[in-house]
T-cell receptor, first 117, second 113 residues
Framework: DSGVTQTPKHLITATGQRVTLRCSPR?????VYWYQQSLDQGLQFLIQ???????AKGNILERFSAQQFPDLHSELNLSSLELGDSALYFC????????????????FGPGTRLTVL | QQQVKQSPQSLIVQKGGISIINCAYE??????FPWYQQFPGKGPALLIA?????SEKKEGRFTISFNKSAKQFSLHIMDSQPGDSATYFC????????????FGTGTRLTIIP
């Protein structure tokens, strides 16, 4: 158990709908990352938040948005859903950026499996 | 644009054998190279990581070999065990003070008795 929790575990919805995925980081971690894992695209970085502020952006669609709240939990909002959005969405957390040349481990949650019908 | 290429896509190794997974990268700004292990139904978990200032790092049965000039790195699993059967991802991160990971496409490893 990584200490990162994600809800819900499974989500089935229809095209055009909007969903919210929730992530609670490990205790003490200030950074939250969102990744999308699909069969054709593999694991893709979407976005990172650090202590409530957006820190890095990856291949995140304009229909997707995220935020990190004062209690450090994060939500990923997916709107106008398309069939191609069906994937596993992972949240990861880490202590936070240590500055150039330093890295710390990202701990991944169990993921939310989104199915768009 | 895929910045980290991983091979093979799948690998079957006999118990006790050596499993080798290879990755190549293009972006010379990458400065941190972790390997992640993922079991079915679970999130990826960090296995071992290396910085380009060393050519090899060993942790137990797991070794990363790194060739900076060739922009290649590989994972070697010695004495492979059935419990090692999982999907392995190489990844890379730039030295920009953030930790955005670019992942390879994954290798499904199966260890047979």
């Amino acid at each position: 158990d990584s200490g990162v929790t994600q809800t819900p575990k499974h989500l089935i919805t229809a095209t055009g709908q909007r969903v919210t995925l929730r992530c609670s980081p490990r205790s003490g971690d200030l950074s939250v990352y969102w990744y999308q894992q699909s069969l054709d695209q593999g694991l893709q970085f979407l976005i990172q938040y650090y202590n409530g502020e957006e820190r890095a952006k990856g291949n995140i669609l304009e229909r997707f948005s995220a935020q990190q709240f004062p209690d450090l939990h994060s939500e990923l909002n997916l709107s106008s859903l398309e069939l191609g959005d069906s994937a596993l969405y992972f949240c990861a957390s880490s202590v936070g950026p240590l500055g150039a040349g330093n890295y710390n481990e990202q701990f991944f949650g169990p993921g939310t499996r989104l199915t768009v019908l | 644009q895929q910045q980290v290429k991983q091979s093979p896509q799948s690998l079957i190794v006999q118990k006790g054998g050596i499993s080798i997974i290879n990755c190549a990268y293009e972006n010379t700004a990458f400065d941190y190279f972790p390997w992640y292990q993922q079991f079915p139904g679970k999130g990826p978990a960090l296995l071992i990581a290396i910085r380009p200032d060393v050519s090899e790092k060993k942790e137990g049965r797991f070794t990363i070999s790194f060739n900076k000039s060739a922009k290649q790195f590989s994972l070697h699993i010695m004495d492979s065990q059935p419990g090692d059967s999982a999907t392995y991802f190489c990844a890379a991160s730039p030295d920009l003070g953030n930790e955005k990971l670019t992942f390879g496409t994954g290798t499904r490893l199966t260890i047979i008795p």
